[in-house]
Every structure is written in structure tokens, then in C-alpha cells.
């Protein structure tokens, strides 16, 4: 009985770390696209949105290889609008 209360505890830990790993990911890409300026990120914006109408035109014609990249794409362009949002509050407020 005590072997399996361990097997348990040992499950569970395993499985909070890799939940905090995960959440590492996604804020360090938010902390990396903070370290940018407006006008870094404004370019980089432009970019995806770029790359985003090309991976739906090819999509469109059957000719996407990568389909995964375009829900990917989706996610960081929507990052890096909130933080543009984000660093437009604070100077408004400042």
C-alpha cells in the first residue's frame, strides 16, 4: 500500500513540474517580445501577418505543408498585440 501512496506522490510531482515547464515556454515568449520596442515589435507584426496570408493562401490551395505553424502564428501575432496594448496603457498612463 505504501509502494503505490509513493508510485502517487511521485506522479504527481512529475506532472506539476511539467506544467511549470509548459508555462515557462509561453512566458518567455511573452518576456522576449516585452524586451522589444514598439517599433520592433510593429515590424515583426507586419512580418506574421505577412507570413500568416501566405500560410492561408497555400493552405486554401491544398499546397500547406506545415499546418501546425499557422495556429502557432496566430497565437504569437495576438502576443505581441497585447503587449503593444500593454506598453500603449503604460505610456498613457505615465
Avoid: C, P
Avoid at 37 to 62: C, H, P, T
Amino acid at each position: 500500500m505504501a509502494k503505490k501512496v509513493a508510485k502517487t506522490a511521485k506522479a504527481s510531482k512529475s506532472n506539476a513540474k511539467s506544467k511549470m515547464i509548459a508555462s515557462a515556454k509561453t512566458s518567455s515568449k511573452a518576456d522576449d517580445f516585452r524586451a522589444k520596442s514598439a517599433d520592433e515589435l510593429n515590424d515583426q507584426l507586419v512580418g506574421m501577418k505577412k507570413e500568416q496570408f501566405n500560410l492561408r493562401f497555400q493552405r486554401a490551395n491544398g499546397q500547406a505543408e506545415n499546418t501546425g505553424r499557422i495556429r502557432v502564428l496566430r497565437r504569437d501575432i495576438a502576443r505581441v498585440q497585447t503587449i503593444l496594448n500593454e506598453q500603449r496603457r503604460a505610456s498613457a498612463k505615465a
